[in-house]
């Protein structure tokens, strides 16, 4: 069985390669620096199973470029990033990775909201580049007793609720399956996604990319947000429409915004080889454009999609990977999402 990774490290590559599961399937291990799509297919495509990154694009175009994959593992809990259709078309087997950053991506979630609180980005800034110690705008607000709108109470979403109560605040929730129990447990309130916004000083986002969060917030409902509130994206850029975003931002509705993930954030990542071999007709520029004014923004946090990113998530992700193909190449493949 020959397998492809797609975007590791040397380090992840040297982990794989020792790692005695692995080694007793008497799997082929291959491996390519960068992302898979379609403008980026390996002169190689012989894999039965290959394993991609977040960043990767694994459409019809690339499963035809692989006649005898069988399987994809990604490094993943998302997967919106593969098309599913088409695999199932194929009888190709899709697994992910459920669980890795539950505390990691929590505890992510509250620097970025301390950094909005506190203005501890400014404060850095100020002094990088000015040297002056002055405390002119730099005045923030405590957590403990602020209300915490948080969507999304699955396994991130349950730990920030868990450090938020830490802090003393209080916490309202939506979840499509709330759970009574961990209210109880949390002492919380459940309630429907219109009054977290409308109550929530900060709001958190915790929910997955498909269809029905598309835009899940939108110029439709983001005025319902308290004045003067916070948004924390750590989810998906696309669950965020921009240009409602930066129009909250421009009349002072919100106080301020902390993004680990953008729309077209693909396009953000790398302009330069979008520009030379980008496809513009698959991308919206507008969208494109909206990101480089947000950047500008004074209270507006964006980070490189980085909440995922510690030593001790990564061996999960990649210990959970080799689980997957052990599982698949046994018969018996586990972790589906098709």
Sequence with gaps: MRVAFFRLEQWEREYVEKHEEFKKLNAEAVFFEGKLDKDHLPKDTGAEVISPFIDSTIDKEVLEAFPNLKCIVTRSTGFDHIDLQACAARNIVVS??????????????????????????????????????????LRGFDLKGKTLGVIGTGRIGRNVVRIARGFEMNVIACDIYPDEEFAKEMNMTYCEPLRALQEGDIVTLHVPYTKETHHLINKGNISMMKKGAYLINTSRGGVVETEALIGALKDGHLGGVALDVLEEEGVIQDELEFLMEGRLEEHNLKTVLANHILFDMPNVIITPHNAFNTWEALQRILDTTLENIKAFAEGKPVNLVL
Aim: hydrophobic share 35%; aromatic share 14%.
């Design 96 to 137: 992910n990775v459920p669980s890795y950053g539950e505390d990691t991506v929590a505890e992510y979630t509250f620097g970025l909201i301390l950094a909005l609180a506190r203005k501890i980005y400014r404060g850095f800034d100020q002094i990088r580049e000015t040297g002056s110690f002055s405390l002119e705008g």
